[in-house]
């Protein structure tokens, strides 16, 4: 309400005793007709100052009352920018508290909060009385509670859960608080095919928590068969596999011998006869020779065959991913064998 000039002399004792919050509020309502409709419950500056009141300057009068014409005239967004510029020049609590109303009546119930709050530390005017002004307070914010929106903080397990509030398209859990307006509101939440619901009353200008917690699903794991049993190296096959390997092994060894340590001498004495006088010693060298040749080629064919029957029988006994391999290459006069089991 408008700022109303108060006199500055005390009332006598014939003169009936007024309330001076209501008597600021008729007084106001006289003169401002429309404010009681656009914002119920600004108070005026009245009274005078006492030695421990904070003192009011023109200027701060004059904006509170232009605050007053914009409420009357409906510019409630006006009105505030009046007040906080009134505030700008000395802080009042009966200034914050008139800007607190205004903010309410204008949705801004966080920043009529913070106005309220400040009305009960600023500086105070002689009337309304500061006991006054604090009963306003509570009964302007007793009906923020009911008019104002809330916060409501979720705490999800687990926390990608989808969360659907009033019916609204599931999203994924807020992590920070949600904006409701004050009232019963109804929250459904899904995971993995389950889903939970819930109700929750939220207060205006309060934070609710609410826990949602979906047990996810007891996921049943089949058993695993146990690997079928592979032959062990010891088996019968592969017995017989290596000991035919290692008999390979020795025949070609004892045929790579008799090649290089005999069959190569007996050749070179079978030159050396080929011009001697005697034709018995030529034959006879040769003959040697010969004999040791097919007895080479029997060792090499001998110890061939032997090895890779003893390798087919360690690929038959051997598990399907055990690396088998065995070849043989020239080596010099003879030949070589190589294998990786």
């Given amino acids: 309400m408008r700022p109303t000039r108060h006199p500055t002399r005390a009332p006598s004792a014939a003169e009936p005793q007024v309330d001076p919050i209501h008597w600021a509020e008729r007084c106001a309502t006289r003169r401002w007709g429309l404010v009681g409709l656009a914002v119920a419950g600004l108070l005026?500056?009245?009274?005078?100052?006492?030695?421990?009141?904070?003192?009011?300057?023109?200027?701060?009068?004059?904006?509170?009352?232009?605050?007053f014409e914009a409420v009357a005239a409906g510019d409630l967004d006006k009105a505030a920018r009046l007040f906080r510029a009134s505030l700008d020049l000395g802080e009042l609590n009966l200034t914050w508290l008139n800007l607190g109303?205004?903010?309410?009546?204008?949705?801004?119930?966080?920043?009529?909060?913070?106005?309220?709050?400040?009305?009960?530390?600023?500086?105070?005017?002689?009337s309304p009385t500061p006991v006054e002004i604090d009963a306003i307070v509570a009964r302007y914010r007793l009906e923020m509670r009911e008019t104002c929106g809330g916060y409501l903080l979720l705490e999800c397990s687990p926390v990608d859960m989808l969360v659907s509030i009033d019916g609204a398209e599931p999203v994924n859990c807020p992590a920070n608080a949600v904006d409701?307006?004050?009232?019963?509101?109804?929250?459904?939440?899904?995971?993995?095919?389950?889903?939970t619901t819930a109700q929750i009353d939220i207060n205006g200008l309060e934070t609710t928590r609410l826990a949602l917690t979906i047990?996810?699903?007891?996921?049943?794991?089949?058993?695993?068969?146990?690997?079928?049993?592979?032959?062990?190296?010891d088996?019968?096959?592969a017995w017989l596999g290596w000991t035919l390997a290692t008999a390979g092994v020795l025949t070609l060894g004892a045929g790579a011998y008799v090649d290089i340590g005999l069959l190569l001498p007996a050749i070179?004495?079978?030159?050396?006869?080929?011009?001697?006088?005697s034709r018995a010693d030529y034959d006879a060298s040769l003959r040697d020779a010969e004999a040791l040749q097919t007895i080479t080629w029997v060792l090499y064919g001998s110890g061939v065959a032997l090895l890779g029957a003893g390798v087919v029988a360690l690929l038959l006994d051997s598990p399907e991913d055990a690396p088998v391999e065995a070849f043989i290459v020239p080596s010099g006069g003879g030949l070589q064998w190589r294998a990786t089991f």
Avoid: I, M, W
């Avoid at 009274?47 to 904006?63: I, K």
């Avoid at 307006?181 to 889903?195: D, P, W």
């Avoid at 047990?215 to 190296?233: E, L, M, N, Y």
């Fill in 44 to 67: 005026a500056f009245s009274g005078p100052a006492g030695a421990q009141d904070a003192t009011v300057s023109p200027g701060q009068t004059q904006l509170n009352d232009e605050g």
């Fill in 101 to 126: 109303r205004t903010l309410a009546k204008l949705g801004r119930c966080k920043e009529a909060e913070e106005a309220y709050q400040k009305t009960l530390s600023a500086p105070k005017v002689a």
């Fill in 180 to 195: 409701l307006s004050a009232g019963r509101h109804e929250l459904s939440a899904q995971h993995g095919g389950k889903t």
């Fill in 215 to 233: 047990t996810p699903p007891v996921v049943t794991k089949a058993p695993v068969a146990a690997p079928a049993a592979r032959p062990s190296a």
């Fill in 235 to 237: 088996s019968g096959t």
């Fill in 268 to 277: 070179d004495d079978v030159k050396k006869n080929r011009f001697a006088a």
